[in-house]
Every structure is written in C-alpha cells, then in structure tokens.
C-alpha cells in the first residue's frame, strides 16, 4: 500500500499557532493562483494511481488547514477516487473549527479517520492555537471532537509539547482522556519554533510514562504513539512510524497544484521532487533527488554509539542537535529495564500488536 500525504489548500490556515511549522510555505514555494486543489489534479493523481496498478492507498489530507477546502472538494475527491475503483483509507489532521453536518456525513461514509490538534486544556490551548483576530480554538475544537464522536468517527488527538504542556502533563492527560480520547501523539515542536530545553522534554517522558503505565496495569490501555513503538522495538518489531522506525518513510507530499515533496518537514525548493502535471508520480518517487533525501535525512550515524537505539530508532533529521535527542536518551536509559519488562509483559497479557 502507498501513502501519500495530500495538501487540497497547502499552507493556507484559519488559525496562526505559535509552533506551526507550515505557515507561509504555500506562499514561498507553491506558485498557483487557486486556493483549493483543482478536481483537474485530483484527477490526474488517480489516472497516475491507476496506471501504475495501484490496488490500494493511505491518503492523509493535511495543511494547513484541510477542512478549508470544504464539502464540494471532498464529496468530488470521494467520488474521483471511487470511480477509479482503487482501494482507498482516508485519515484528515485538522484543527477542527470548521464543521458542518453534510461534512461530517461525508467523511462518516468514506470512514475517515480523524486526528485532531489539541493541547488538553482551555488556558494551555488558547495560549497557542488561537484565530487571526487573537481569540481561542479550544471550545469549538471540544464541541467538534463530540461530534465526530457522536457520528461514530474514529478520533486521535495530537498535543504539542512545550514548556508549560510537559509541567501540566498530568492535567492534559486526564483532560484528553475525559474527552473520550483514546489515541494520543505528543509531538515535540521544532527546535525553530518554541522553546524547550532536554531538562523539560526529559520531565514531560517521565511524568508521561509513569501515567501510561499505571493505566496499561489498570487494563485502561492507551495508546501513545512515541511510547508504543518504543515498545514494539524492544520486542524487535519492524516500526512503521518516521525515525522510530530506524529510517525515514516516505510519504510523499502533494501540494495543490501538484508539487511533491518527500517530507513534509521538507517542503523547500531544495527538496522539490518535481510536480504532477510534468512527471508521474512514480517517477517522481524515482527520482536522484529522493534518493539524496533519504542520504541526506535517514543518516543515522550520529546514532552509532548510542546503547539505547534498539529502542529508539534515532529522531529525525529536523530534530538534529536539539534538545530532543539528550531528552530521550536520558529518559530511555533510566527506563529501559521497565520498557523492556512491559513490553514482555504486553506480549504475554495481551499477545497483540501494541497501539492497537
Ligand atoms: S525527515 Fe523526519 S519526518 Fe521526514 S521522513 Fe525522515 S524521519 Fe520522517
Ligand atoms: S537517543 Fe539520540 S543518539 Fe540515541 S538513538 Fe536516539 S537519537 Fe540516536
């Protein structure tokens, strides 16, 4: 199976968070007139599926904000790729303030799965992920998560983690939980776009893993996706996760007016692939470039002395030099005798894949 990660507005966004990574990129580097991915690109991408015999696909839209395109792009999207008759799992990343009943409807049909940006509480939350005008998300980001919920979607929730989230870590974790939220991603923020030293990362690990553990042995598991994987590596499990997994994974980038790139950290001229409308996509995918990319991100030999990299498969290249790579060898090295004993008691109790 492919996964392509798809831009239907790039960048463009109706919330400016302090750590988005992305804002402004579409402006720099996508040279397009239209706001929305045109239906001629979309369908030019599954003619390119179909050609290639493509039998099965993961597309994740994301942005910006991705909901922006609204019901006409997906309803036409759907219906494109259902045409085509390949195999499609669609997933969305969305800050979740813009929802209608006819969008959700649509995306229950096409059983998306739904990650939803959120940082546990009102005033952690508002402090960060705030509208143009300077007011919060988070209220109408909570009604939407019900929601989705009341409709039968899957929801995950992804957190940023800066400084006052790895303090508050507790509260956050509750909160989510009491959303009915069982899927978390923590994601640490680029170096480049907030602060957060080792010493704080370090904290935000422990305090974490101390609540993840307590409730995986009060058979109230939750998944968090760093920690899981973690896991599966101790029991010698292939990751199929970025950097966990010991090497880059590809999943190609595609702008809205058909540039690919190979990362979404790395949506820069340097890394253009090429776009649609000039190369195949599985040229693209072919290309000297990628090649380079993956050299150039999926070297890991800074790793090569480290004792703990069987469990943690080296961070990624846009986290080199930060704080994050101190922050986890500390916390791996003073857990692993724990790590490994409950990842063999996981496979014991439970004899399943971890995270599922
Ligand atoms: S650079 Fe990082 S995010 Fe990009 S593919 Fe490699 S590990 Fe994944
Ligand atoms: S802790 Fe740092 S040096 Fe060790 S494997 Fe992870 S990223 Fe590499």
Redesign the pocket.
């Known amino acids: 199976m492919i996964t392509v990660m798809l831009k239907p507005v790039s960048s463009l966004c109706n919330l400016s968070c302090q750590y988005c990574y992305y804002k402004g990129v579409h402006s720099d580097n996508v040279k397009t007139t239209d706001s929305v991915m045109l239906v001629d690109t979309v369908e030019l991408l599954a003619s390119q599926f179909k050609s290639a015999g493509v039998k099965k696909i993961a597309i994740g839209f994301h942005g910006g904000e991705p909901l922006i395109a609204g019901h006409e792009f997906y309803r036409q999207f759907f219906s494109i790729m259902d045409y085509s008759g390949i195999d499609c799992v669609y997933s969305i990343q969305t800050n979740a303030t813009i929802l209608d009943y006819d969008l959700l409807k649509l995306f229950k049909q096409n059983r998306v799965l739904v990650g939803v940006s959120i940082d546990g509480l009102k005033l952690l939350h508002d402090r960060n992920r705030r509208f143009h005008n300077g007011s919060g998300s988070y209220d109408i980001v909570k009604k939407n998560i019900s929601l989705f919920q009341k409709e039968g979607l899957c929801v995950n929730c992804l957190t940023v983690v800066d400084d006052l989230i790895s303090i508050n870590i507790k509260k956050v974790y509750e909160a989510l939980k009491k959303m009915r939220l069982r899927w978390f991603q923590f994601i640490p923020p680029l170096p480049f776009t907030t602060k957060i030293t080792a010493d704080e990362y370090a904290f935000f690990l422990h305090s974490l893993w101390d609540l993840y553990v307590s409730d995986i042995m009060s058979d109230n598991r939750i998944s968090i996706r760093w920690f899981d994987a973690v896991l599966s590596r101790a029991l010698g499990k292939t990751v199929y996760s ?2 966990a ?1 010991g ?5 190609p980038v595609i702008e809205k007016n058909g540039d690919v790139y ?5 949506c820069t001229a340097e890394w253009k692939l090429g776009n649609l409308w000039d190369t195949d996509l599985f040229s693209i995918l072919n290309s000297n470039t990628l090649s380079a ?2 050299s150039f ?2 070297d890991k030999g800074f790793c090569n002395k480290c004792e703990v990299f069987y469990l943690c498969g ?6 080199r030099d930060s704080y994050l790579c101190p922050a986890v060898r500390r916390f791996l090295i003073a857990r692993e005798k724990q790590i490994v004993s409950l990842a063999g008691y996981i496979k014991h109790a439970f004899g399943e894949a971890i995270g599922k």
Request: glycine fraction near 14%; proline fraction near 4%.
């Open positions: 970025c950097a997994g090497k880059c994974i590809i999943t190979p990362c979404d950290f790395f990319f993956m991100a999926g080296g961070i990624c290249y846009a986290y």
